[in-house]
């Protein structure tokens, strides 16, 4: 019997290799589709040695290969242990689930054991499941485990123990004592998360509210490159040198670098940066004129100017004049070096300095 079951094995191989292929992409589009951002999605097919030691030690369970329900397995790891949920439930919405050979051992694990708390679902397609209608009558596995979830399940397997009485009584307090420690980890990562979104979720109101009690750092300055007065002053300095805002340039480092840059040059809080811009909004206009044309060799490939650019500029201007601050450093944060040597950038921000500070001289005589 294991011999003909290995036999089917190898001639369904292909098969078997494209319901992978198509679970996997499917997997992913669902999760996309739902806005969840996850770890990743990878899948196997079982090895042929992993189907016969498996067989050789459930003698008689396989009457047949169909009864082998993790010949293709999809494994979706989350950032959180509360994703994982959700996952669930978009698989539970959208497919036919073998109950019977479905395990949720989130719910039967034993209090004192944080261990290996996974969902493992048995996916049933049928003729009109998305993407998969051709593997009709197919099975597939999917585990679904947080990312500690998943770092417990594969330290403990690489240590060999299967379930608690593989574990040594010496060594069992240590693994409740992790157990414990994983997960208050995962419900911290999930406050977290909880407050970030929160916090992200009521910048705008706070920032037209109190703009000075708003800290400046990533989630605030991402706010501020879409409104004013940072938005109006990156148009201007665009229209000064003739280009385009690249409003939808991809770069999710920026409003950290751009948090950093307006630390080290002291300003600290919203209110602060959005009344500096407006007190040196003719300088900064003027002096990023003067200097970009100095420097199109770190910022024409981009095709215009970027968001955040009249911050830069302000940052670069407050560096220039006063003698505890480094342009250097300035150029460091924001990661231009390439195409032209951090002396050389610096070089050209003091010259473009220098006129800003001649015009406004001779404005003044």
Not at 1 to 6: P, T
Not at 31 to 55: M, P, W, Y
Not at 255 to 273: I, K, M, N, T, W
Not at 333 to 360: C, F, K, P, T
């Amino acid at each position: 019997m294991n011999g003909q079951l290995l036999q089917e094995y190898e001639d369904g191989c292909r098969t078997f290799e494209g319901l992978r292929d198509a679970a996997v992409a499917h997997t992913a589009r669902l999760i996309a589709g739902a806005g969840l951002n996850i770890h990743h999605v990878t899948a196997r097919v079982k090895k042929r040695a992993s189907l016969e030691d498996k067989l050789r030690r459930k003698p008689g369970r396989y009457a047949s290969l169909a009864d082998v329900t993790d010949l293709v397995a999809v494994r979706v790891i989350t950032y959180f242990e509360s994703d994982v949920g959700v996952v669930s439930r978009l698989l539970e919405e959208h497919h036919e689930i073998d109950w019977e050979n479905s395990i949720d051992k989130s719910k039967m694990h034993d209090p004192d054991r944080f261990g290996y708390m996974g969902v493992h679902y048995v996916v049933q397609v049928g003729p009109d499941s998305p993407d998969l209608s051709e593997f009709a009558g197919l099975k597939f596995e999917v585990q679904i485990r947080s990312i500690l979830q998943h770092a417990w399940a594969e330290i403990e397997h690489d240590l060999g123990y299967k379930n608690r009485e593989a574990i040594p009584r010496e060594v069992q307090r240590r693994f409740y004592r992790l157990a414990g420690l994983l997960e208050m980890a995962d419900e911290e990562f999930m406050t977290l998360h909880r407050l970030s979104q929160q916090y992200a979720a009521t910048l705008p109101a706070r920032v037209v509210d109190a703009p000075d009690a708003v800290f400046v750092d990533a989630p605030s300055m991402k706010h501020l490159l879409g409104v004013a007065p940072v938005r109006d002053l990156d148009q201007q300095v665009a229209a000064a040198l003739n280009v385009l805002l690249l409003t939808d340039w991809p770069d999710p480092e920026r409003p950290q670098r751009l948090a950093s840059l307006l630390h080290y040059v002291g300003v600290h809080s919203v209110g602060a940066l959005q009344k500096e811009l407006r007190r040196h909004e003719g300088e900064v206009v003027r002096f990023a004129s003067l200097l970009l044309p100095r420097l199109r060799e770190a910022w024409t490939p981009a095709g215009g100017a970027r968001p955040g650019t009249s911050v830069v500029h302000y940052a670069l201007l407050r560096a220039c004049g006063n003698p505890s601050l480094d342009p250097h450093e300035i150029v460091s944060m924001l990661d231009l070096r390439g195409v032209l040597s951090g002396d050389q950038l610096v070089a050209a921000v003091r010259e473009a300095y220098a006129q800003v500070m001649a015009d406004g001289s001779a404005r003044v005589g």
